[in-house]
Protein backbone atom coordinates (compact mmCIF):
# COMPACT_ATOMS: atom_id res chain seq x y z
CA UNK A 1 0.00 0.00 0.00
CA UNK A 2 2.89 2.91 0.90
CA UNK A 3 4.28 1.66 -2.96
CA UNK A 4 1.19 2.30 -4.54
CA UNK A 5 0.34 6.03 -2.53
CA UNK A 6 4.19 6.94 -3.31
CA UNK A 7 3.73 6.45 -7.03
CA UNK A 8 0.27 7.54 -7.49
CA UNK A 9 1.84 11.06 -5.69
CA UNK A 10 4.71 10.91 -8.15
CA UNK A 11 2.62 10.05 -11.23
CA UNK A 12 -0.07 12.88 -9.61
CA UNK A 13 3.17 15.54 -9.65
CA UNK A 14 3.91 14.41 -12.85
CA UNK A 15 0.86 14.92 -15.05
CA UNK A 16 -0.96 17.90 -12.91
CA UNK A 17 1.28 20.55 -12.81
CA UNK A 18 0.09 22.63 -15.28
CA UNK A 19 -2.51 21.82 -18.58
CA UNK A 20 0.59 22.97 -20.97
CA UNK A 21 3.25 20.99 -22.57
CA UNK A 22 3.20 17.38 -23.65
CA UNK A 23 2.71 13.94 -21.90
CA UNK A 24 4.84 10.67 -23.01
CA UNK A 25 5.15 7.27 -21.50
CA UNK A 26 7.21 4.63 -21.80
CA UNK A 27 9.35 1.43 -20.92
CA UNK A 28 12.81 1.22 -19.85
CA UNK A 29 14.94 -1.78 -19.23
CA UNK A 30 19.05 -2.30 -19.00
CA UNK A 31 21.86 -3.44 -16.67
CA UNK A 32 22.57 -1.98 -13.25
CA UNK A 33 26.73 -1.72 -12.29
CA UNK A 34 27.10 -1.55 -8.59
CA UNK A 35 30.48 -0.42 -6.43
CA UNK A 36 31.61 0.02 -3.25
CA UNK A 37 32.84 -0.79 0.13
CA UNK A 38 31.54 -1.25 3.87
CA UNK A 39 33.23 -1.30 7.03
CA UNK A 40 31.78 -3.49 9.66
CA UNK A 41 32.24 -2.31 13.20
CA UNK A 42 33.99 -4.88 15.84
CA UNK A 43 31.47 -7.22 17.32
CA UNK A 44 31.17 -8.85 21.20
CA UNK A 45 29.69 -12.24 20.56
CA UNK A 46 30.12 -13.09 23.97
CA UNK A 47 32.59 -12.38 27.06
CA UNK A 48 36.12 -12.86 25.62
CA UNK A 49 34.66 -13.85 21.90
CA UNK A 50 35.06 -10.64 19.46
CA UNK A 51 34.81 -10.38 16.05
CA UNK A 52 37.27 -7.68 14.61
CA UNK A 53 37.12 -4.51 12.30
CA UNK A 54 35.99 -5.79 9.17
CA UNK A 55 36.94 -3.76 5.81
CA UNK A 56 35.12 -5.14 2.84
CA UNK A 57 36.57 -3.55 -0.38
CA UNK A 58 35.59 -3.14 -3.72
CA UNK A 59 36.10 -6.90 -5.85
CA UNK A 60 34.98 -5.77 -8.99
CA UNK A 61 31.72 -3.96 -10.66
CA UNK A 62 28.64 -6.04 -9.94
CA UNK A 63 26.07 -6.32 -12.93
CA UNK A 64 22.64 -6.49 -12.09
CA UNK A 65 19.19 -5.36 -14.20
CA UNK A 66 16.04 -2.94 -14.23
CA UNK A 67 13.01 -2.64 -16.15
CA UNK A 68 10.38 0.12 -15.65
CA UNK A 69 6.89 2.09 -16.47
CA UNK A 70 8.16 5.85 -16.94
CA UNK A 71 6.03 9.06 -17.77
CA UNK A 72 7.38 12.47 -18.76
CA UNK A 73 4.97 15.83 -18.59
CA UNK A 74 7.42 18.49 -20.93
CA UNK A 75 7.30 22.10 -20.96
CA UNK A 76 8.81 24.77 -22.55
CA UNK A 77 11.83 24.57 -21.03
CA UNK A 78 12.00 21.54 -18.55
CA UNK A 79 10.15 18.27 -17.86
CA UNK A 80 9.12 16.33 -14.92
CA UNK A 81 9.49 12.75 -15.16
CA UNK A 82 8.53 9.84 -12.99
CA UNK A 83 8.94 5.40 -12.92
CA UNK A 84 8.15 2.47 -11.50
CA UNK A 85 10.97 0.33 -11.43
CA UNK A 86 12.27 -3.29 -10.56
CA UNK A 87 15.84 -2.76 -9.54
CA UNK A 88 18.69 -5.44 -8.53
CA UNK A 89 21.67 -4.25 -7.72
CA UNK A 90 24.86 -6.49 -6.98
CA UNK A 91 27.52 -5.15 -4.54
CA UNK A 92 30.94 -7.03 -5.12
CA UNK A 93 33.68 -7.19 -2.11
CA UNK A 94 36.58 -9.10 -0.19
CA UNK A 95 38.27 -8.88 3.18
CA UNK A 96 41.37 -10.04 4.51
CA UNK A 97 40.92 -10.94 8.36
CA UNK A 98 44.56 -11.04 9.91
CA UNK A 99 43.63 -12.49 13.72
CA UNK A 100 40.27 -14.27 14.66
CA UNK A 101 39.12 -16.58 17.07
CA UNK A 102 37.97 -19.67 15.31
CA UNK A 103 35.00 -19.82 17.66
CA UNK A 104 33.88 -16.80 16.05
CA UNK A 105 35.05 -17.71 13.08
CA UNK A 106 31.67 -19.76 12.53
CA UNK A 107 30.15 -16.23 11.76
CA UNK A 108 31.84 -17.06 8.27
CA UNK A 109 30.73 -20.24 7.88
CA UNK A 110 34.28 -22.09 9.50
CA UNK A 111 33.24 -24.87 11.45
CA UNK A 112 36.44 -26.97 12.43
CA UNK A 113 36.13 -30.69 13.00
CA UNK A 114 37.28 -30.22 16.53
CA UNK A 115 35.58 -28.15 19.62
CA UNK A 116 37.44 -25.44 21.27
CA UNK A 117 37.42 -22.92 23.87
CA UNK A 118 37.32 -19.15 23.12
CA UNK A 119 41.00 -18.32 22.73
CA UNK A 120 42.93 -21.61 21.80
CA UNK A 121 43.41 -21.46 18.12
CA UNK A 122 43.25 -18.36 15.76
CA UNK A 123 42.76 -17.97 12.30
CA UNK A 124 43.84 -16.11 8.77
CA UNK A 125 40.83 -15.59 6.47
CA UNK A 126 40.02 -14.68 3.06
CA UNK A 127 36.25 -13.70 2.80
CA UNK A 128 34.65 -12.32 -0.20
CA UNK A 129 30.92 -11.16 -0.14
CA UNK A 130 28.20 -10.62 -2.94
CA UNK A 131 24.90 -9.07 -1.58
CA UNK A 132 21.99 -8.38 -3.69
CA UNK A 133 18.88 -5.95 -3.23
CA UNK A 134 16.04 -6.08 -5.15
CA UNK A 135 13.59 -3.47 -4.68
CA UNK A 136 11.09 -1.20 -6.50
CA UNK A 137 11.98 2.28 -6.99
CA UNK A 138 10.52 5.22 -7.47
CA UNK A 139 12.55 8.16 -8.71
CA UNK A 140 11.15 11.57 -9.31
CA UNK A 141 13.13 13.73 -11.98
CA UNK A 142 13.17 17.29 -12.89
CA UNK A 143 15.13 18.08 -16.18
CA UNK A 144 15.94 20.39 -19.00
CA UNK A 145 15.67 18.85 -22.49
CA UNK A 146 16.87 20.56 -25.97
CA UNK A 147 17.25 20.34 -29.41
CA UNK A 148 13.10 19.30 -29.35
CA UNK A 149 13.45 16.65 -27.16
CA UNK A 150 16.83 15.09 -28.60
CA UNK A 151 18.56 15.42 -25.40
CA UNK A 152 17.90 15.79 -22.11
CA UNK A 153 19.54 16.14 -18.34
CA UNK A 154 18.32 15.56 -14.88
CA UNK A 155 18.24 14.69 -11.48
CA UNK A 156 15.84 13.84 -8.27
CA UNK A 157 15.26 11.41 -5.27
CA UNK A 158 14.68 7.85 -5.63
CA UNK A 159 12.26 5.58 -3.05
CA UNK A 160 13.62 2.53 -2.63
CA UNK A 161 11.31 -0.21 -1.31
CA UNK A 162 13.37 -3.54 -0.35
CA UNK A 163 11.96 -6.93 -1.96
CA UNK A 164 14.52 -9.49 -1.37
CA UNK A 165 17.90 -9.64 -0.28
CA UNK A 166 20.80 -12.15 0.24
CA UNK A 167 24.50 -12.37 0.12
CA UNK A 168 26.62 -15.22 -0.92
CA UNK A 169 29.90 -15.65 1.27
CA UNK A 170 32.92 -17.39 0.77
CA UNK A 171 35.64 -18.47 3.10
CA UNK A 172 39.11 -19.65 2.89
CA UNK A 173 42.34 -19.70 4.95
CA UNK A 174 44.36 -20.73 7.64
CA UNK A 175 44.42 -22.00 10.93
CA UNK A 176 47.58 -21.56 13.24
CA UNK A 177 49.31 -24.17 15.16
CA UNK A 178 49.10 -24.19 18.55
CA UNK A 179 51.94 -26.75 20.63
CA UNK A 180 50.14 -26.40 23.67
CA UNK A 181 47.25 -28.83 22.36
CA UNK A 182 49.14 -30.53 20.21
CA UNK A 183 47.39 -28.68 16.68
CA UNK A 184 49.48 -28.63 14.11
CA UNK A 185 47.74 -26.14 12.22
CA UNK A 186 44.75 -26.34 9.79
CA UNK A 187 43.72 -25.21 5.96
CA UNK A 188 40.54 -24.15 5.39
CA UNK A 189 39.28 -24.92 2.00
CA UNK A 190 36.70 -22.41 0.04
CA UNK A 191 33.59 -22.44 2.19
CA UNK A 192 30.45 -20.57 0.71
CA UNK A 193 27.06 -19.83 1.97
CA UNK A 194 23.99 -17.75 1.66
CA UNK A 195 22.41 -15.35 3.86
CA UNK A 196 18.85 -14.05 3.51
CA UNK A 197 19.95 -10.04 4.38
CA UNK A 198 16.31 -9.33 5.53
CA UNK A 199 16.12 -12.16 8.24
CA UNK A 200 17.85 -10.86 11.48
CA UNK A 201 18.34 -14.06 12.85
CA UNK A 202 20.20 -14.48 9.87
CA UNK A 203 22.05 -11.68 8.64
CA UNK A 204 22.62 -9.90 12.00
CA UNK A 205 24.02 -6.90 11.54
CA UNK A 206 23.74 -7.17 7.96
CA UNK A 207 20.33 -6.72 8.00
CA UNK A 208 19.19 -4.22 5.13
CA UNK A 209 16.30 -1.85 5.63
CA UNK A 210 12.65 -2.09 4.34
CA UNK A 211 12.63 1.41 2.80
CA UNK A 212 15.57 3.59 1.36
CA UNK A 213 15.94 7.07 -0.04
CA UNK A 214 18.60 8.17 -2.51
CA UNK A 215 19.23 10.39 -5.17
CA UNK A 216 19.94 9.57 -9.05
CA UNK A 217 20.99 11.88 -11.83
CA UNK A 218 21.56 11.48 -15.29
CA UNK A 219 21.28 12.15 -18.78
CA UNK A 220 19.45 10.86 -21.91
CA UNK A 221 19.25 10.93 -25.96
CA UNK A 222 16.14 10.39 -27.95
CA UNK A 223 16.73 8.12 -31.31
CA UNK A 224 14.37 7.66 -34.31
CA UNK A 225 11.68 9.73 -32.34
CA UNK A 226 10.40 6.72 -30.21
CA UNK A 227 13.95 4.97 -29.42
CA UNK A 228 15.88 6.71 -25.72
CA UNK A 229 18.93 5.87 -24.21
CA UNK A 230 19.87 6.63 -20.43
CA UNK A 231 23.20 6.86 -18.53
CA UNK A 232 22.30 7.21 -14.82
CA UNK A 233 24.32 7.68 -11.09
CA UNK A 234 22.61 7.10 -8.13
CA UNK A 235 23.14 6.87 -4.36
CA UNK A 236 21.62 5.43 -1.57
CA UNK A 237 21.52 8.12 1.26
CA UNK A 238 22.00 6.62 4.74
CA UNK A 239 23.10 3.85 3.57
CA UNK A 240 21.31 -0.03 3.13
CA UNK A 241 21.81 -1.30 6.73
CA UNK A 242 19.94 -1.20 9.62
CA UNK A 243 22.93 -0.77 11.85
CA UNK A 244 24.24 2.67 12.11
CA UNK A 245 27.92 1.45 12.97
CA UNK A 246 28.35 0.04 9.56
CA UNK A 247 29.77 2.74 7.17
CA UNK A 248 31.39 3.02 3.74
CA UNK A 249 30.03 4.15 -0.15
CA UNK A 250 27.99 2.18 -2.49
CA UNK A 251 26.93 3.64 -5.63
CA UNK A 252 25.46 2.48 -9.21
CA UNK A 253 25.18 3.07 -12.60
CA UNK A 254 22.01 1.95 -15.25
CA UNK A 255 22.50 1.97 -18.56
CA UNK A 256 18.91 1.36 -19.83
CA UNK A 257 17.06 1.43 -23.12
CA UNK A 258 13.50 2.81 -23.51
CA UNK A 259 10.78 2.99 -26.03
CA UNK A 260 8.26 5.73 -26.09
CA UNK A 261 4.86 4.19 -26.24
CA UNK A 262 2.80 7.07 -26.11
CA UNK A 263 3.19 10.80 -26.90
CA UNK A 264 0.49 13.17 -27.02
Known sequence: MKILGVACVAFLV?????????????????????????????QTLS???????????????????????????????????????YTSL????????????????????VILPINLQPGTLFARLNTTSEPTLNSINIPVFIGKHGREGQ??????????FTQKAEAIRTASGQVGANPAINFPGY??????????????????????????????????ITLLKRLEVDLRYGLPIGGV??????????????????YKLIHF
Open 47 to 85: PGLDVPRIRNTNNGIGVGYLGNVWIRKNFDRFFIQTEIS
Open 90 to 109: VLKQKAPIDRIDVAAASEFG
Open 187 to 220: TITTITDQVDLTKPEEAGILQVKKFNFGVEFGAG
Open 241 to 258: FNDRGITGFIGYAELTVG
Open 151 to 160: WRVYGGPTFM
Open 14 to 42: AIQAQAQGTIELGIRGGGTFTHGYTVLPA
